[in-house]
């Protein structure tokens, strides 16, 4: 199993969830709270092949998987910020967490990927009712002289604009991980579908958030597509 090594900045309460449960396999029978999600972000080295690099973390996380996470899946870079893999993993309690990770490790595996990150997020909606071959992943994050509950405030507000464009995506808080921001993840089917969607985005924000203080320190957007 492969170890997950996590840094650990300022904690707060807190991509892919696309349901309570999967529909393969006896593992997916059970229904799954999916309250938590380990996101893993693998860059592409210059040069490299993206296939190859694709079937190792595929097998990576078929095997993380079998560990006793609930669900894992794996996307790759499309348009926007690095080029990259994206993996996730669902659990439903540290207890959970726990249990996977304090099993013994399987060894070293020879690393073929660039620069590696891992955050864990909590799951705070869950309105993405289906996997999609296609998703987009928006973070932001908010001025620090704003509190906790500011910031998860203004997220919301956020949110709720993608959320009605897309007809159901996920937020996710930071938990544990390399910086403190939010994360929705919306699906779409096709980029005809994807240009009927956000054009009700930016109606949504040129007629509702484009005069509004949000306070937005950073925010970034990512298309993906799933690897299967």
């Given amino acids: 199993m492969k170890k997950l090594f996590i840094l650990l900045p300022l904690l707060s309460l807190s991509f892919f969830a696309y349901s309570a449960h999967h529909?393969?396999?006896?593992?997916?029978?059970?229904?799954?709270?999916?309250?938590?999600?380990?996101?893993?972000?693998?860059?592409?080295?210059?040069?490299?092949?993206?296939?190859?690099?694709?079937?190792?973390?595929?097998?990576?996380?078929k095997e993380l998987q079998e560990d006793g996470y609930n669900v894992c899946g794996l996307y790759r870079h499309s348009f926007g910020g690095d080029r990259a893999f994206y993996s996730f993993c669902y659990f439903d309690s540290w207890e959970q967490f726990a249990e996977i990770n304090d099993k013994?490790?399987?060894?070293?595996?020879?690393?073929?990927?660039?620069d590696h990150s891992d955050n864990i997020v909590a799951i705070v909606e869950k309105n993405l009712s289906k996997k999609t071959p296609h998703v987009l992943m928006a973070s932001y994050s908010f001025g620090p002289y704003l509190t906790d509950n500011e910031k998860r405030a203004n997220a919301k507000i956020l949110?709720?604009?993608?959320?009605t464009s897309f007809g159901g995506c996920n937020m996710m808080e930071h938990f544990w991980g390399t910086e403190q921001a939010w994360y929705f993840t919306c699906g779409?089917?096709?980029?005809?579908?994807?240009?009927?969607?956000?054009?009700?985005?930016?109606?949504?924000?040129?007629?509702?958030?484009?005069?509004?203080?949000?306070?937005?320190?950073?925010?970034?957007?990512?298309?993906?597509?799933?690897?299967?």
């Fill in 23 to 61: 529909e393969s396999g006896e593992h997916d029978k059970k229904m799954f709270e999916n309250n938590f999600a380990y996101l893993s972000t693998y860059t592409m080295p210059a040069g490299s092949n993206p296939s190859v690099l694709g079937k190792s973390l595929l097998k990576n996380v």
């Fill in 159 to 163: 949110f709720d604009a993608y959320d």
């Fill in 104 to 114: 013994p490790g399987a060894g070293d595996v020879r690393q073929i990927y660039g």
């Fill in 188 to 228: 779409f089917d096709s980029y005809a579908d994807f240009a009927k969607k956000v054009k009700t985005l930016g109606d949504i924000h040129e007629n509702e958030l484009a005069d509004l203080k949000l306070d937005v320190m950073d925010h970034s957007d990512n298309l993906m597509s799933l690897v299967e």
